[in-house]
């Protein structure tokens, strides 16, 4: 499907990852201009992303000097996709310690709020979009999921805050995946069936679909993509 991008500038953090590098290849095959920001910078993978940025998105000045290359190389910054994030299971009880909290806290909630502060003059420049990654998992947590659960409620109720706040300006919608096909969840879960679960790149599809104009009615969506559970 097209979605409208060509030429448009799409930034992804947390590009680098599976799901990131998986919404970078369909954006650049729809025609968008790419911006990679990360941790670190990797092997490239996708064809001519307008940009690759390493930058610790927990430092914010760090991540207004990110954007602003980016609008400068671009000419603009029209879609922001929140990607970058971690996971933790941890029973608190017996094992948990307040440190996994936070940490759960500065990779899934602290990025998205300083990537979106930063990107969000360049958004507002163009009416444009962006689309956060909750987790199906948050809507009703399991036990060891605490700390993870609760990062991710919090980027589903600041993707619902900004939406309204922003409402004419910027849309601001979430997808809720279930669990993704990774190497990394099919050798910690080696009796699952990933058949059933979410792949990345039909989670990628949904994020730019909600970041295009296609969705120009759609903000302050909470998506689930539960594959085939």
């Known amino acids: 499907m097209d979605y409208g991008l060509r030429d448009k500038t799409i930034v992804i953090t947390g590009a680098f990852g599976v799901l990131g590098r998986a919404a ?13 920001l990360d ?4 092997a490239q993978s996708i064809t001519e992303p307008a940009l690759s940025i390493a930058v610790d998105l927990s430092d914010a000045a760090a991540a207004t000097r990110a954007m602003s290359a980016v609008r400068a190389q671009t000419g603009a910054i029209d879609a922001l996709l ?9 029973s608190f009880a017996d094992t948990g310690a307040i440190e996994t909290w936070e940490r759960m806290f500065a990779l899934n909630l602290r990025t998205a709020l300083v990537a979106t502060k930063a990107a969000l003059p ?3 420049d163009a009416q444009g979009a962006i689309v956060n990654v909750g987790a199906a998992g948050a809507i009703k947590s399991a036990a060891g999921m605490g700390a993870y659960a609760a990062s991710k409620q919090g980027v589903m109720k600041f993707t619902e805050s900004l939406a309204e706040e922003l ?11 279930s669990i993704l096909d990774t190497k990394t969840n099919r050798a910690d879960m ?5 058949s059933k679960w979410v792949q990345p790149s039909e989670l990628a599809q949904v994020m730019l679909f909600l970041a295009s104009g296609e969705a120009s009615a759609i903000t302050g969506a909470l998506v689930p993509v539960m594959g085939r559970v």
């Open 167 to 177: 409402k004419g300006r910027v849309r601001v919608n979430a997808v809720l995946p």
């Open 122 to 124: 360049h958004l507002m």
């Open 24 to 36: 970078a290849e369909l954006a650049s095959a729809q025609g968008a201009r790419v911006a990679m």
């Open 190 to 194: 080696p009796d699952a069936d990933p």
């Open 39 to 42: 941790v670190k910078t990797a």
């Open 82 to 90: 929140n990607i970058a994030g971690g996971f933790a299971w941890e």
